[in-house]
């Protein structure tokens, strides 16, 4: 059974930084795509990174430059580097996980409240 579980959301101010992790189990891990995605109170979920098997990544525009999203397949573990944080970046964030590597993100996380304040 394939299990995500995030940590490490928080209150910060704007300027300040946080790091997610996404606790991963039930899956060869290393073979999967994963992601980030982020949801604000009244608006859509949007991705906010991508990581592929062979270490490939890609941000939003809204996030490149200041999120780093990176795993240590040894711990079986997603992260998720967010600095220069601003109050738009407040959002629950959750991981998720594609096995087939098609866009297709078939396994989430209960996800992690991130608030920045301004």
């Known amino acids: 059974q394939v299990q995500l579980v995030e940590s490490g959301g928080g209150s910060v101010q704007a300027g300040g930084s946080l790091r997610l992790s996404c606790a991963a189990s039930?899956?060869?891990?290393?073979?999967?795509?994963m992601a980030w995605f982020r949801q604000a109170p009244g608006k859509e979920r949007e991705g906010v990174a991508t990581i592929a098997s062979d270490r490939s990544t890609s941000y939003a525009g809204s996030v490149k430059g200041r999120f780093t999203i990176f795993h240590d397949n040894a711990k079986n573990t997603l992260y998720l580097q967010m600095n220069s944080l601003k109050p738009e970046d407040t959002a629950m964030y959750y991981c998720?996980?594609?096995?087939?590597?098609?866009?297709?993100?078939?396994?989430w996380g209960q996800g992690t409240q991130v608030t920045v304040s301004s």
């Open positions: 998720a996980a594609d096995p087939h590597c098609r866009g297709d993100y078939v396994h």
């Open positions: 039930g899956y060869t891990y290393s073979s999967y795509c």
